[in-house]
């Protein structure tokens, strides 16, 4: 079965839908505001201004409010920058891309609240804004030629086109592990290389010269492929598929075949892949850690007692994205039951780790 038929995260925004559980991704949208708008900033330079109608594409923008976020926090800065510099606010064309089985309309039913919001936001004289659906792969032409002046992508570019092939020997492990044979990291790599190369390579013909992208994707902070920070998670719940093994749930081969279609890159292979595929320029590299539980550590709220909240939010955290595709390959019926064995993992590590993500943000000129 192809990737993009079988990846999209929980629908609707119900409990386990991604709507209700993506804060820690809006989170990481926040932390990388700063880019976004240095990017804008940038641009709006080089180009002396912003052009009548600007046009700006969000990549994998999925169904949660995060979608609307980064494109709201755009749309507000252009406007903060219109009113500094007495330029004339331009019209704003947006394209919200994701696969086809993403639950656009969700997305669609929101956005008489965003053109309302933006209304009482920015007030009339905010230039008007055009929303659309391209569904479609990143990995595939989405735009025509030299027709996108800004790019945003949001915890997106990380899936993978698809699982790395000659992997099948990542016995009960799920995704690169410390027990993965290192064929297993390197397929990874290598994946990863040939699908970031493809989406640069198209994204290059569809944007003007002095064009932006703006990406945050997780990541690793350092080389070692099997950092805790991007890998323990999906470790803990190769555990909770293990224990369904021992209980006889499962098939063990049933783990053997399933792989995840994600990889979570060090700076390094992020700024090397960006240099040979030769396109784009990087303006800016910023790197992050977040909580799994950002809000609480925010506070200042977290001790023991916040333990089995966090597991709880984190398992629905992590459902709410792998759910439908795990449910595919191991069946609905079990999903239930191997996400709480998730969740009491994630408060076993808690009792004595820190459970946080590492991210990246990379900004880019097309020159
Ligand atoms: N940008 C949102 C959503 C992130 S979830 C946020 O920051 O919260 C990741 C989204 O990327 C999912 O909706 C998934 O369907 C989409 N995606 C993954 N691979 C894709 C591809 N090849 N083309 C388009 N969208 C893709």
């Known amino acids: 079965m192809s990737i993009e038929t079988i990846l999209h995260m929980n629908t609707g925004n119900g409990e386990s839908s991604y709507a209700t559980n993506s804060y820690l991704q809006e989170h990481g949208i926040q932390r990388a505001l700063h880019v976004t708008n240095e990017a804008i900033n940038r641009m709006c330079n080089d180009l002396g201004g912003f052009p009548g109608v600007f046009k700006i594409a969000d990549l994998g923008c999925s169904s949660g409010p995060n979608a609307l976020l980064g494109i709201s926090n755009i749309i507000s ?22 696969l086809i089985e993403n639950d656009f309309s969700i997305l669609f039913r929101s956005l008489p609240t965003f053109y309302a919001k ?23 032409r989405l735009f025509p030629n030299k027709s996108i002046h800004l790019f945003l992508s949001s915890y997106a570019v990380h899936w993978l086109s698809q699982v790395p092939q000659g992997i099948e020997n990542n016995k009960c492990n799920i995704y690169m592990a410390k027990t993965s044979p290192t064929n297993v990291f390197e397929a990874y790599r290598k ?13 290059s013909q ?19 492929p099997t950092s805790e920070d991007c890998c323990i998670i999906w470790e803990l719940l190769a555990k909770s598929l293990v224990d369904m093994v021992k209980e006889g749930r499962i098939p063990e081969s049933d783990i053997d075949s399933f792989n995840i279609p994600y990889y979570t890159p060090y700076e390094d292979e992020v700024r090397d892949v960006i240099k040979k595929e030769g396109s784009f320029l990087i303006d800016n590299l910023y790197s992050f850690a977040l909580d799994w539980e950002p809000y609480n550590s925010d506070n200042g709220k977290m001790d023991v007692a ?18 439908p595709m795990m449910a595919t390959h191991f069946g609905n019926s079990i999903m239930d039951m191997v996400f709480y064995k998730f969740e009491e993992h994630v408060v ?3 009792s004595a780790r820190e459970g946080r993500n590492f991210n990246l943000v990379i900004s880019l000129t097309k020159h």
């Open 77 to 98: 800065r252009v406007h903060d920058m219109c009113n500094e510099n007495n330029f004339e606010v331009p019209q704003f064309q947006v394209f919200l891309n994701d």
């Open 118 to 140: 933006l209304k009482n936001g920015e007030g009339d004289h905010c230039g008007p804004c055009f929303v659309s659906a391209v569904p479609g792969s990143f990995y595939s």
């Open 191 to 203: 994946q990863f290389e040939k699908d970031f190369t493809k989406c640069l390579r198209l994204r």
């Open 206 to 224: 569809e944007i003007i010269r002095g064009g932006r992208i703006v990406f945050t994707i997780p990541g690793r902070s350092i080389s070692d």
């Open 306 to 323: 916040d333990r089995p909240i966090r597991g709880k939010n984190t398992a629905k955290l992590i459902r709410a994205v792998i759910e």
């Open 348 to 350: 076993h590590h808690l």
